[in-house]
Structure formats: structure tokens, C-alpha cells
């Protein structure tokens, strides 16, 4: 993870580098630059300045073409933890739910909340796959270029 702060290079003259990028503390000077992730105004103390403003962000990647820099904050970075408490936390719900029918169904609560863990056990481990297999299809996925 690297944080980007970049500003106007007010002395850039002919030169076309008109952007400050500082990386890690690092500064860089670019003629032109693109952000694709979350950024957000900062405000710091300068030595012999005073108060400048800063366009932030945190990005997981940065490439240079040339002059131009591209800062990139990788998206749909999931965890399978996540998607196992997804899974369990949505069968609970669920179940709660086929329990509930089943008992009115069947005018008897043990055979509701029998039916009702069966279901939570068999479609707790389909869920999960199905969550995974569609981690892996990158359909309606907005797409990063990286260069």
C-alpha cells in the first residue's frame, strides 16, 4: 500500500510537469495522472511554506507511461473469511425463515426446526460455492487497464 499526496506544481513552467506526486514521501513531478480508487483532500505544514492542500489516496499500484502516472486501488479484494460469515450469517436468516413455514405448514414446531437445521447444513456449503464461483466471473465487473 503506498500514500499518494499530489498537488500543483506552480513552477513547472514549459517543462509540462504540472503535477507534485509524492509517494511515501518520495516527491515525483508528472505532466499528467490518473486516480482510479477512493482519493480525499488533506491539508499539511509545508516548512517555510505554511498550509498546503493535498489530493490523498491509497493505492495498491503505480505505473508510469512516459510522464503520466496511473494510481491504482485494486477493487473487489474479498477475503474468503468474508464470504464463509456471508454464507453462515444469510443461512441463519434463511433458515429462520424455512423453519417458521415449515412449522405452520405442518402444525408442529419440531418437524419446522428439524427441516429448518437440515436446510441450514445442506445450503450453507452451496452458498459458499456459489459465492466463490461468482468471485471468479468477472461479469458486471468494472475493469482497471494497467499499462
Not at 498537488?7 to 509540462?16: C, E, F, I, L
Request: positive net charge.
Amino acid at each position: 500500500m503506498h500514500l499518494v499526496k499530489i498537488r500543483y506544481n506552480h513552477d513547472a513552467g514549459d517543462s509540462g510537469l504540472f503535477w507534485r506526486v509524492i509517494i511515501n514521501g518520495v516527491e515525483h513531478l508528472a505532466s499528467d495522472l490518473e486516480i482510479h480508487g477512493a482519493a480525499y483532500t488533506t491539508q499539511d505544514e509545508v516548512e517555510g511554506v505554511g498550509k498546503k492542500y493535498h489530493i490523498t489516496c491509497e493505492v495498491d499500484s503505480i505505473h508510469w507511461d512516459k510522464n503520466k502516472i496511473v494510481l491504482v486501488r485494486e477493487k473487489n479484494r474479498v477475503s474468503k473469511l468474508r464470504h464463509i460469515l456471508k454464507s453462515i450469517t444469510y443461512r441463519f436468516y434463511s433458515s429462520t425463515i424455512t423453519s417458521l413455514i415449515a412449522a405452520f405448514l405442518t402444525g408442529s414446531i419440531t418437524i419446522g426446526f428439524s427441516i429448518g437445521t437440515a436446510d441450514f447444513f445442506i445450503k450453507i456449503f452451496t452458498y459458499y460455492i456459489h459465492e466463490r464461483i461468482w468471485y471468479k466471473i468477472p461479469f458486471g465487473l468494472e475493469k482497471i487497464k494497467k499499462k
